[in-house]
């Protein structure tokens, strides 16, 4: 089916969007959460460019269709392009819907900041929440049944165009599940799933830019499929329809198509800055490789010649952002990494599969790849510096390497464990029948944040010392009380006292004896 083949440039488009959804991050910082937003706002500003463009399209085909109204094919083409625009209006709504239900549960927009009276182009107030949205796209449902009305959309417009055309539509509006080296995750629960409010709505937005494109492509078909040309004359307006977004990182390519909308065939000179572009059936082609950073704005004119020798000019202009290149790297378990552990790292780059992208680390620091997870390493550190940095690069298809981003650090060593007998982990008064059901010496290691990762006790000494009589010193291997001590210890009374001392254990730090004694008194 049409649509399956992606082209470079629409990954490029993926990659451009979808670099900001990382989701393995552990905390999303602001500035992620306002470049969510900001590329928000410029998709909704290109649907409503793509939108402009197709209702006039529209309005050329049903002006051909009231003046040719016995031509079967004009009126096969119009009842086509009329099903187009009710399929993708009818998706775009549903989506629309989704979102509004989406920001009301992370409290809705801020107020207006710019003083416009509308609230629709603010920031959401929990743009960072991941539980809410889920519970609905995941727990409710509808998730799959967002993707079951892509998927017929998809296939419904494809359909509104003759078979041996339906090849040549690529539509974005893809829905497949996400499989690599044998591990598949549906696409629901890699769009929504741990994805802030922020990132969703742009996404969900961006499905709604993809819909607009995919009914242009079908409109222009069918438009091109009539017998006569058409010509809609009245307002005449100079488009910008940027063909990769308008948030586009260092090094990437920003184009865009320029046209006087409801000009079908006309031909046109159209310069930017000064230069002239090149021009292909009326629509001027502008690219450029995007350096610096921040906003850039450009301006042009397009001139025309009308049917009755009249040269007229159309001013416009355009703008698209220049972002660093952005990459996520977290550790899966913590923010610090820890002397002598295997720490588990997690790397992703969106848009780019585990295999493209390339990690190292500073001195003082080893990365393995982890063969059981998809972008898992282990880093281990040797505690000769007190951060590390990780770097992440991908090669692109076209061979080039490229940095995008790197995370610090802090190294710090693994804490000493605290002796304990059994249950016992504080020295103090403890009652004699708790003090006899213990059989074992531990070193633990109390609210580490890392799991499975302890000491083990091989040998200890205990000293026993009665209230009256003569105190004993006795030593054990392993963790557990030798009978000797067991049954000093069965015979224990009230105003004893029992020290455990000189516990060594083996763990992350390797062989020590516990600097800490348990004292403990029999009551």
């Known amino acids: 089916m049409a649509g399956g083949n992606i082209s470079p440039r629409q990954k490029m488009i993926n990659m451009m969007y979808l670099v900001l959804t990382a989701l393995l991050a552990l905390n999303v910082s602001a500035e992620i959460l306002k470049a969510f937003h900001l590329v928000e706002v410029s998709l909704e500003k290109s649907s409503v460019n793509v939108d402009t463009k197709n209702t006039q399209v529209m309005k050329g085909i049903d002006k051909y269709h009231k003046d040719f109204p016995d031509d079967p094919n004009g009126t096969m083409v119009f009842n086509n392009a009329s099903k187009a625009r009710q399929i993708a209006g009818d998706l775009i709504k549903f989506i629309e819907d989704l979102k509004t239900e989406i920001v009301a549960g992370a409290e809705g927009r801020k107020e207006d900041?710019?003083?416009?009276?509308?609230?629709?182009?603010?920031?959401i107030q929990k743009a960072d929440d991941t539980e809410k949205h889920a519970n609905l796209m995941i727990n409710n449902k509808k998730g799959e049944e967002l993707r079951a009305k892509i998927n017929k959309a998809r296939q419904d417009l494809i359909a509104l165009v003759p078979k041996e055309k339906q090849s040549t539509i690529k539509s974005d509006l893809l829905?497949?599940?996400?499989k690599e080296e044998g591990e598949e995750k549906k696409w629901e629960s890699v769009m929504f799933e741990h994805t802030p409010a922020a990132a969703v709505v742009t996404l969900l937005t961006k499905i709604q830019n993809d819909t607009r494109n995919t009914e242009a492509q079908v409109l222009d078909m069918l438009k091109g499929m009539l017998t006569e040309d058409i010509v809609v004359v009245e307002n005449f307006t100079a488009k910008v329809i940027p063909n990769n977004g308008t948030f586009i990182t260092q090094g990437g390519k920003y184009s865009a198509d320029i046209f006087l909308a409801a000009s079908t065939r006309q031909e046109a000179n159209i310069t930017v800055n000064g230069s002239a572009l090149k021009v292909e059936g009326g629509i001027g082609k502008y690219e450029l490789v995007a350096s610096g950073e921040g906003e850039k704005k450009y301006k042009g004119v397009i001139t025309t010649k009308r049917s009755n020798g009249k040269v007229e000019t159309y001013d416009f202009e355009g703008s698209y952002f220049v972002l660093k290149p952005l990459a996520v790297i977290s550790a899966t378990k913590m923010n610090v990494v820890y002397k002598?552990?295997?720490?588990?790292?997690?790397?992703?780059?969106?848009?780019?599969?585990?295999?493209q992208i390339q990690v190292t680390c500073s001195a003082g620091g080893k990365l393995a790849p982890d063969p059981k997870v998809d972008g898992g390493f282990t880093c281990t550190v040797d505690g000769s510096q007190r951060e590390i940095t990780i770097s992440v690069s991908v090669k692109g298809p076209d061979g080039v390497v490229k940095k995008m981003g790197e995370q610090k650090y802090r190294v710090k060593a693994v804490p000493s464990p605290i002796p304990a007998l059994g249950s016992i982990e504080a020295s103090g008064p403890v009652p004699v029948g708790t003090i006899r059901a213990q059989k074992v010496v531990f070193a633990k290691l109390n609210n580490f944040v890392y799991e499975g990762i302890g000491y083990d006790v091989t040998g200890f000494g205990m000293r026993y010392i009665p209230k009256a009589g003569t105190s004993k010193i006795m030593k054990a291997s392993g963790r557990t009380l030798s009978p000797e001590m067991q049954a000093v210890i069965q015979n224990a009374r009230t105003g004893d006292q029992i020290i455990f001392a000189e516990i060594k254990a083996t763990g992350p730090n390797g062989n020590i004896t516990l600097p800490q004694f348990l004292n403990i008194d029999v009551r």
Do not use: A, C, H, Q
């Open 113 to 123: 900041s710019n003083g416009d009276g509308k609230t629709e182009d603010e920031e």
């Open 175 to 178: 829905t497949d599940d996400f």
């Open 340 to 355: 002598n552990l295997p720490n588990p790292i997690s790397v992703s780059v969106p848009g780019y599969s585990s295999k």
